[in-house]
């Protein structure tokens, strides 16, 4: 199923739902863009997001726009180990739900 090739279908996506793709676009543009925190910073955020919910295009255009904004693969390495973490202590904590009292 995955295929970079579908990113071309996005176009047919928003011309079927053009109010909801114009308000995605404008959504993320917004919140990718410089703020507060720099835009080199929020590349990275999404990459680890991406590599938490394992979706490839994400994974894929996040890590061509972090490096595009300045990152470099030791930032890139960590910010899987940093997905990882987080992950895997999800499942730690929700361990917890299985410690019944009995």
Same mark, same amino acid.
């Given at each position: ?8 279908? /996005? ?17 993320? @543009?917004?919140? /990718? ?9 929020? +590349?990275?955020?999404? *990459?680890? *997001?991406?590599?938490?919910? @394992? ?13 595009? %904004? ?5 930032? /890139?390495?960590?910010?899987?180990? *940093? %997905?990882? %973490? ?6 730690? *904590? ?6 019944? +009292?009995?």
């Amino acid at each position: 199923m995955y295929n970079m090739n579908n990113l071309k279908k /996005l176009g047919t996506l928003g011309e079927n739902a053009k109010d909801a793709m114009k308000a995605f676009e404008s959504f993320d @543009q917004l919140a /990718l863009s410089d703020g507060v925190i720099p835009k080199k910073y929020k +590349e990275l955020i999404a *990459v680890a *997001v991406a590599l938490t919910t @394992q979706c490839p295009y994400c994974l894929e255009l996040h890590k061509d726009f972090a490096v595009k %904004a300045g990152a470099t693969k030791e930032e /890139l390495a960590e910010v899987t180990f *940093v %997905a990882a %973490a987080l992950r895997a202590g999800a499942a730690v *904590v929700h361990g917890t739900h299985l410690m019944n +009292e009995k």
